[in-house]
Every structure is written in C-alpha cells, then in structure tokens.
C-alpha cells in the first residue's frame, strides 16, 4: 500500500487545484481515489469540507458539433451537471466521433488496428496500446467511445493478440490441422509461463529474505507476543524502548551501544514522517478554511498540537548541543 502513496498525493495536488477553480466535484472525485489508495490526512480533511459545504460536481458548457458532413447546423451547448462521480463540462472534437465511427465499421481485429494479418506480435501490440489510449473512455469522450473500447479493444487485449490470434484465425479464415493446434496449445503455456516467471522470482525473493533476515532485539512499543515488554531507554537522547527478559544478558558494552543506537535512527525517523503528516494536515486545512471562508475550520487548524514536530524540535537541539 506504502507504493500507492506518490500517486495518492498527485490526486490531492489535482483536487487542490480543481478547488481553486471552483470545480468541487473533480476536487472530490480525486480525493476519494486519493484515500482509496493511501490514507493520507490530507485528503481525509478536504474531503471532510467538501462534504460540509455541499458537494456538486462543477457544471460548464458542453458544446457538440453535429456529426453531419454535408450540412450547416448550429452547434448546441447544454450544461451536464451530475454528481456521481462522471467527468463531466469536456468536450470532445470531430476526429474523435468519426474515429468511433470508423472503429465500429471494421470487419475484424486487424482492421481496428490498422495492421496486416500477417503482422507481428510486436506491431500488434503497439497499435493496440496505441488505439487504446486514443479511445480509452477516460481520453475520447465522444458518443460511443466507451462501447467502442469495451466491445473492439478491450476484449482483444495484448495476451490475445500475442497468444490468441489462432483463435480468430480459426473463426475467421480456415481451420488448422490437429498437429498445428497442439503446437499452438504448447507454444501459448510456454509462453504464459514465462510472462508469470518475474512474480514467481519475487515471491521467491520474498520468502528468501523473511527467512534470512531476523527480527530486531528491540520493539519502540511494547510486544507481548514476543516477549518485548521490559522498558528500557537509550542513554544518548533518552528514547524509550522494550526488550526480552534476556536482552541484559546478550547485548552489552559494543554491543548495547549499537542496539541503542539503531533505537534512536527508528525512533527520529518515525518522528519526522509523523512530524511532516501533521504540517500537511494543517497546511491542507488551513487552504481549505481559506477558500472556503471557514473560521471555524481556520482556528482547528491553528489548534493543532503537532506533538511531533515538538519532539523532533527537542531532539534537533539535543544533537546540536552534543
């Protein structure tokens, strides 16, 4: 979930953008993608005052040209207004309909793409991540698209173009003999073997490293499961931390020193990730409180505690005065 969170913070930059411009419904709709990824303070907060205020998806002039080749109309602008999570005030342009329209005309696979039938597994792949990006529901917003992409792309997705294109040939041209289909069989669970060989690696690498590495002596907080529950602090910075009932007797001199000393780096380092959640916290609800005019939500902000930058503070001067 810890990789989930670059992108969790790209939503909320989103969301306070689309905020400064008045758009509440984009502003929301990314900050709950933001917390479905990484429970990140922020997005909880200005979630919290869109919420408060009334959350309405932001309306704009949705303008269509007719499709109509041969004849002048007036083009016609409705305001979409929805408030269930779809995009809504885009427009979309003439190329992207008369793209729906062709892709619904073609006859097969090959033809979507634009390839020959004798093209590669590598040709076949790019044209289909390129037309998918092209028609991708999120991209084209012309009638259609999103039909076009689920019922042409989406289900000749890249594995079956690479592994599957005997089944259309099947379909489409003429049938393979009973050896030729076997050796289609043989070649398509190689070659998902192989496309699974990096997880099966990383599940190995995974197992292999819990077995190699061992459990620190140490717990910051108290561990009745595995017997970490003797209180004892760090002579540098004084940081509290708990032990096993043979700790004393195995870790002394050099060895304590140590112990100690990787005590105090976990503890500073959790401190200031907690220190920087508290200073987002509050920076996040302080913007919120001033576009939306929210003293009450100002002076929340300005009570914070921020227990943990204080306690970052007193360490920074405890290492500047040793």
Known sequence: MEGNRDEAERCVRIAREALGAGDRGKAQRFLQKAE???PLPAARALL?????????????????????GGEQSKTSCTKDSSAGGTESGKAYTRDQVEGVL???????????????????????KKAYRKLALKFHPDKNLAPGATDAFKSKLKVGSVHS????????SHQHQHRHSGHEREEERGDGGFSVFIQLMPIIVLILVSLLSH??????????????GSGQTIKMQTENLGVVYYVNKDFKNEYKGMLLQKVEKSVEEDYVTNIRNNCW?????????????????DDRLRRKADALSMDNCKELERLTSLYKGG
């Not at 408060?52 to 949705?62: D, E, F, I």
């Not at 173009?161 to 259309?168: C, D, I, P």
């Not at 959640?277 to 005019?293: G, H, L, S």
């Open 102 to 124: 062709s892709i619904n005309k073609c006859k097969n696979y090959y033809e979507v793409l634009g390839v020959t039938k004798d093209a590669g597994d590598e040709d076949l």
């Open 36 to 38: 479905r990824l990484y």
């Open 48 to 68: 919290e005052v869109i919420m408060k205020n009334g959350s309405t998806a932001g309306s704009s002039p949705h303008c269509r040209k007719p499709a109509g």
């Open 277 to 293: 959640k508290e200073r987002q916290q509050k920076t996040d609800m302080q913007y919120a409180a001033k576009v939306y005019r």
């Open 161 to 168: 173009f690479s592994n599957g294109r005997t089944g259309y």
């Open 211 to 224: 077995l190699m590495v061992s459990n620190p002596p140490y717990s910051l907080y108290p561990r009745s």
